[in-house]
């Protein structure tokens, strides 16, 4: 895992990462220190990117993709704004590399997200049959699974799709993946009790699931860029996860960005790992936060059950008892959870950022490492996992100065490496 903060205002961005990463196998997770996080994508211009999660995309390690998008295909191209360069390098990552990963491989990532959706269908169907206590047999098994897809499916294409899969048909994606997913149900077609529409029904679902712009099942990479364009006075950032590529499309879904103007003068942005960093910046961490309104939601529900119990056992009317269980409880809770944020906001989130407005470029990048490394130390001092650890690497991007280390590891000793910075001028 991972832990990156971005602080950004008018006078540029600073970026710090940790080093850690953790490899897992069946047997154990194997966590290492001196991982890259942070790369420049342009020698010449001002802007960067920062990676979090899956380190290889279908195998390729990413720092082997921007290094080869950054020399061989950026060079010195620029764009006006810092979105041109993320779609840029969208379509780097589709016409150069993806060309280069087989067939085999990118048909086993639909397989792998066809069998976990196949499993998530069989154990919740069983868990479902099992609390209406009814008999679990071949039947009663497709049926439950059927509802549970059509439901899921319907759930998931009120989603928006994502880009590349605005234009992409059914039909396309049954052409392509037909046997595959045939492969995959093959245990439950020789079933003679499978409804002969239950392949296209799974088909459906899985096919809502992958063009949806939202990620399920498979792991993913989280890319910031961050920078300026040609034309931009003030830096950005704009946030992306990329999981699934397959039949020449690659699924990826923009998360949150931010633009720095003369509106909006400041940003905290931290990524993967940010429960320390919203304790920070909001007071609270987001799970406590809604641990808390959830706690709230069910007090306040037991409180009017135990009155209806009370008013009962008294003889209440039933017109009365009626109309205190149609209160919807989340409507009453809602002006307590309204009067949170407000404090939240005025008395945490504005305070910081005022101050972060003014603060030198300096001071920005000592915010965005003491953010990561206050991350690193409850990892060590919890019972967490230390899945963030390591190095710290600091960057800082300015309009006029460009993409400047203020502190970076080496896997090899400077000294004896001249010809490496040389290479680098």
């Given at each position: 895992?991972t832990?990156?903060?971005?602080?950004?205002?008018k006078?540029?961005?600073?970026?710090?990462?940790?080093?850690?990463?953790?490899?897992?196998?069946?047997?154990?997770?194997?966590?290492?220190?001196?991982?890259n996080?942070?790369?420049?994508?342009?020698?010449?211009?001002?802007?960067?990117?920062?990676?979090?999660?899956?380190?290889?995309?279908?195998?390729i390690?990413?720092?082997?993709?921007?290094?080869?998008?950054?020399d061989?295909?950026?060079?010195?191209?620029?764009?006006?704004?810092?979105k041109?360069?993320?779609?840029?390098?969208?379509?780097?990552?589709h016409?150069?590399?993806?060309?280069?990963?087989s067939?085999?491989?990118?048909?086993?990532?639909v397989?792998?997200?066809?069998h976990?959706?196949?499993?998530?269908?069989?154990?919740?169907?069983?868990?479902q049959?099992?609390?209406?206590?009814?008999?679990?047999?071949?039947?009663?098994?497709?049926?439950?699974?059927?509802?549970?897809?059509?439901?899921l499916?319907?759930?998931?294409?009120l989603?928006?799709?994502?880009?590349?899969?605005?234009?992409?048909?059914i039909?396309?994606?049954?052409?392509?993946?037909?046997?595959?997913?045939?492969?995959?149900?093959?245990?439950?077609?020789?079933?003679?009790?499978?409804?002969?529409?239950?392949?296209?029904i799974?088909?459906?679902?899985?096919f809502?699931?992958?063009?949806a712009?939202?990620?399920?099942?498979?792991?993913?990479?989280?890319?910031?860029?961050?920078?300026?364009?040609?034309?931009?006075?003030?830096?950005?950032?704009?946030?992306?996860?990329?999981?699934l590529?397959?039949?020449?499309?690659?699924?990826?879904?923009e998360?949150?960005?931010?633009?720095?103007?003369?509106?909006?003068?400041?940003?905290?942005?931290?990524?993967?790992?940010?429960?320390?960093?919203?304790?920070?910046?909001?007071?609270?961490?987001?799970?406590?936060?809604?641990?808390?309104?959830?706690?709230?939601?069910?007090?306040?529900d037991?409180?009017r059950n135990?009155?209806?119990?009370?008013?009962?056992?008294a003889?209440?009317?039933?017109t009365?008892?009626?109309?205190?269980?149609?209160?919807?409880?989340?409507?009453?809770?809602?002006?307590?959870?309204?009067?949170l944020?407000?404090?939240?906001?005025?008395?945490?989130?504005?305070?910081?950022?005022?101050?972060?407005?003014?603060?030198?470029?300096?001071?920005?990048?000592?915010?965005?490492?003491?953010?990561?490394?206050?991350?690193?130390?409850?990892?060590?001092?919890?019972?967490?996992?230390?899945?963030?650890?390591?190095?710290?690497?600091?960057?800082?991007?300015?309009?006029?100065?460009?993409?400047?280390w203020?502190?970076?590891?080496?896997?090899?000793?400077r000294?004896?490496?001249?010809?490496?910075f040389?290479?680098?001028?």
């Open positions: 895992m832990a990156i903060v971005g602080t950004l205002n006078r540029g961005i600073a970026i710090a990462a940790d080093s850690a990463a953790t490899y897992s196998t069946s047997a154990t997770n194997k966590i290492t220190n001196n991982t996080k942070i790369f420049e994508l342009s020698k010449k211009y001002p802007v960067g990117i920062a990676i979090y999660n899956n380190l290889d995309f279908h195998g390690p990413w720092e082997i993709i921007f290094k080869t998008y950054r061989v295909h950026l060079k010195d191209k620029s764009f006006p704004k810092l041109d360069y993320a779609e840029d390098f969208w379509g780097y990552l016409s150069v590399i993806l060309t280069r990963v067939v085999e491989d990118q048909k086993a990532q397989a792998y997200l066809a976990q959706l196949k499993e998530e269908a069989k154990s919740t169907a069983i868990k049959l099992e609390l209406s206590k009814t008999d679990i047999d071949s039947n009663s098994l497709f049926s439950e699974m059927i509802s549970f897809l059509t439901g499916s319907e759930d998931y294409k989603h928006n799709k994502t880009s590349e899969f605005n234009s992409y048909k039909s396309q994606f049954q052409n392509y993946a037909n046997e595959v997913i045939d492969s995959v149900l093959s245990d439950l077609i020789l079933d003679t009790a499978c409804p002969k529409d239950f392949p296209k799974f088909l459906s679902t899985l809502s699931i992958i063009s712009d939202t990620i399920v099942y498979l792991s993913q990479t989280g890319l910031v860029f961050w920078g300026y364009g040609e034309e931009e006075l003030f830096p950005s950032y704009y946030h992306y996860e990329v999981s590529a397959f039949d020449n499309k690659i699924k990826y879904v998360l949150s960005n931010y633009e720095v103007s003369n509106q909006k003068n400041a940003c905290v942005a931290p990524f993967a790992q940010t429960d320390v960093s919203n304790t920070v910046v909001r007071g609270i961490d987001q799970k406590l936060r809604d641990t808390i309104n959830k706690s709230l939601l069910l007090a306040f037991g409180f135990n009155i209806i119990d009370v008013l009962s056992q003889g209440a009317p039933d009365l008892l009626d109309a205190l269980r149609n209160i919807e409880i989340s409507n009453q809770t809602s002006s307590f959870i309204s009067f944020n407000d404090y939240i906001q005025n008395n945490y989130i504005d305070k910081l950022l005022n101050t972060v407005a003014f603060l030198s470029k300096e001071d920005l990048a000592d915010m965005a490492e003491s953010l990561v490394r206050m991350t690193c130390l409850k990892r060590h001092i919890t019972t967490d996992e230390e899945s963030v650890g390591g190095p710290v690497d600091v960057a800082v991007i300015t309009k006029g100065d460009g993409f400047i203020i502190k970076r590891k080496h896997y090899f000793n000294e004896l490496n001249p010809h490496y040389e290479r680098q001028k």
